[in-house]
């Protein structure tokens, strides 16, 4: 078999695996490291941080739904300092590119958790600005071009490393939005998080999640994701992105990248298949090599569309 | 890839699958669970915990988990219909186990429906271990008393509840479990079943002034540990502040007394942000 090139640049980062963790899909590694060796692996991904603890929501918090999962967990952690006397010194010993993803629910929370990782030896930061802003009337960060630029500048502002702007696909114009962050400093692109959506028991006549409404993750939203990608690799195509939404397979995966993402991340298919960032990874290395395609990266934006 | 050796119905309502899964039948312990994942298409892709009904570690490299469940929906009616020798995939043991008490001797176990069923191996492992075990397993009906020939054979005392009348003592469990600890002398309770059950299990516990293992119940999103769809509300130590715990990873079994089961009916009251993830 042919040896084929499966790392990536993701803005300046040399993956040596196209496969990252998507946020809040694989904690900080630990639990999954019984299951597969993370040293495969492109970078994790970790759970989004906050200034303090979050409790999270009241239970039930997830609902399955045709072909995905509705979750919502009101991103329960154990803030950012937990994060860096624990996760960190542990991850940092397993020789993976850590992502360090930080959330808030006001501009200034989100400046205070990236300023506790100003000198921590992390990798990059994703920004997940899919959090209401307490400070208008709890829209999300990531549903305004203004609110997106204020958090990823002041992000900016605190570390030097790259920044992933997490966008949300609940949007009119999501190239605005990616405009937005990208002039404000941000490195490069994640997308997309979950897609807004609702379930209700019918017989009681209550909402499956207790949050009322909810993400949908899986391959329900797969085609959603990758026009996400498709569109803002188009409009931006210098830009690193790391596409995602329900990725099951290395199919999956090449779907991605012909779309233009740069490196791809698994969420829910680590609940499904805890080896599946190994499987994946291997199938990719056949199709490539069965395609006689020596690198992955050759293949980002190639799909072919007229015009 | 497990391999199903043998699939049965217990009673007129519960399957029974038996996975060849030496590793995991060595491993486990009473109270953990395993998560099977349905042979469906990509419609249902989440697996389906379950409680480990029995092990059997005769066989050696031939070692058993035994499972026992009923049809709920698409999850479970899919491995329902799965045959012997089929090949199925299997995660486990998983979560914390119940424990066996050093200084306590009389043990009684509640099992409500389908919860009886990880109390059979419990009992198993208390019998072994030189324990009294007593057994009170109520149900909505008789065909859902999870085996309860079994159930007679394992407990010192056997008795049963349904809401129709069908077996045993007419009502709730609840209604009988005084008695019961007096009749046997109960110094532990295991416990799984409906969650009101289970609340209503550990304050009588508590009024006799002895502990309740419970083993909880939880949607779960990964049943590894990192999704954090799980949770059960659990007093810390000092009784200061509820924290939100992992039911896969840090219970199932939690002891009963740390949980805040009121907290479940003031959330459900609880108007919430619509925050994502
Ligand atoms: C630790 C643990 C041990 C369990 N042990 C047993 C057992 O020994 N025997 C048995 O019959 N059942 C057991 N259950 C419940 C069993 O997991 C569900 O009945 C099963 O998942 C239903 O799947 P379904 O597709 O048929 O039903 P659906 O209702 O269509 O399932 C939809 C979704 O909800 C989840 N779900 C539905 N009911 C439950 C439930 N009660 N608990 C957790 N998740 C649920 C499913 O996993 C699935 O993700 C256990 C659950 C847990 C958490
Ligand atoms: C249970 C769960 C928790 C999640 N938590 C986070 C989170 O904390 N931060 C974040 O940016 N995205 C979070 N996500 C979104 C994922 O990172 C990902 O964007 C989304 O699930 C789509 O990918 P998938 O279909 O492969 O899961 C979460 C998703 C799930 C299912
Ligand atoms: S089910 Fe995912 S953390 Fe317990």
């Keep these: 078999m042919p040896r084929v090139d499966l790392s990536v640049d993701l803005g300046g980062m040399k993956l040596r695996s196209p496969l990252v963790t998507a946020s809040g899909c694989f904690a900080s590694g630990r639990e999954m490291s019984e299951f597969i060796d993370l040293k495969k692996l492109g970078a994790i991904v970790v759970k989004s941080m906050t200034l303090k603890p979050w409790a999270g929501k009241a239970t039930p918090r997830m609902a399955e739904t045709s072909s995905g999962m509705l979750n919502a967990i009101g991103l329960q952690n154990k803030g950012v300092d937990h994060f860096l006397s624990t996760d960190l010194p542990w991850l940092t010993e397993q020789k993976v590119p850590v992502i360090a993803s930080i959330a808030g629910n006001t501009t200034q929370e989100f400046m205070q958790v990236a300023e506790r990782l100003r000198s921590a030896p992390i990798h990059a930061v994703e920004v997940n600005i899919s959090c209401p802003n307490l400070e208008d009337r709890n829209n999300m960060f990531a549903h305004d071009p203004q609110s997106t630029s204020a958090v990823i500048s002041a992000v900016r502002r605190m570390v030097d490393v790259p920044i992933f702007a997490k966008l949300s696909p609940n949007v009119t114009s999501l190239t605005a939005i990616a405009g937005a962050a990208l002039e404000a400093g941000a490195a490069g692109l994640s997308l997309i998080n979950t897609v807004m959506a609702m379930s209700i028991d019918v017989d009681s006549a209550m909402p499956k999640v207790a949050g009322v409404v909810g993400g949908l993750s899986g391959p329900a939203i797969k085609p959603i994701a990758v026009r996400a990608v498709f569109e803002v690799h188009q409009a931006y195509p210098h830009v690193p992105i790391i596409g995602m939404g329900g990725v099951m397979d290395a199919r999956d995966v090449i779907e991605f990248v012909l779309a233009g993402a740069s490196a791809v991340a698994l969420g829910t298919v680590n609940f499904i298949n805890p080896k599946a960032g190994h499987e994946i990874l291997s199938d990719l290395g056949q199709f490539l090599s069965s395609r006689k395609v020596g690198s992955l990266a050759a293949m980002r934006g190639q799909v072919k569309v007229e015009g | ?277």
């Design chain 2, 1 to 277: 890839m497990a391999e199903i050796l043998n699939h049965r119905k217990l009673g007129d309502e519960y399957h029974s699958l038996t996975i060849v899964a030496p590793e995991i039948a060595e491993a486990a312990k009473p109270g953990q669970f395993v998560n099977l994942r349905p042979p469906t298409d990509r419609s249902y892709l989440l697996r389906r915990p379950f409680s480990i009904f029995r092990v059997n570690r005769r066989g050696n490299v031939a070692a058993t988990v035994e499972v026992v469940f009923d049809i709920r929906g698409p999850g479970t009616a899919a491995l329902a219909a799965m045959r012997r020798h089929e090949p199925i995939d299997i995660v486990g043991p998983i979560g914390r186990s119940f424990t066996i008490p050093k200084t306590q001797h009389s043990c009684l176990l509640v099992g409500g429906g389908v919860g009886a069923t990880p109390l059979f191996f419990l009992g198993e492992e208390l019998q072994n271990a030189g324990k009294r075990v007593d057994v009170l397993w109520g149900a909505a009906t008789a065909s859902r008393l999870v085996a309860p020939i079994e159930a007679k054979r394992l407990g010192a005392v056997a008795a049963f509840t349904t809401d129709d009348g069908s077996e045993g003592h007419h009502g709730l469990i609840t209604e009988v479990l005084g008695e019961m600890i007096e009749r046997c002398g109960t110094e532990v309770i295991y416990t799984c079943g409906p969650r009101q059950m289970m609340a209503s299990v550990t304050k009588i516990a508590l009024e006799f002034g002895i502990p309740a293992q419970v083993a909880m119940e939880e949607l779960m999103g990964c049943g590894i540990g990192v999704c954090m769809t799980c949770v059960t509300p659990v007093w810390n130590r000092d009784g200061t502040g509820i924290a939100n715990v992992r039911t896969c990873v840090d219970g199932p079994v939690f002891n009963g007394a740390r949980i805040a089961w009121d907290r479940y009916a003031k959330e459900e009251a609880a108007a919430a942000l619509p925050a994502g993830n």
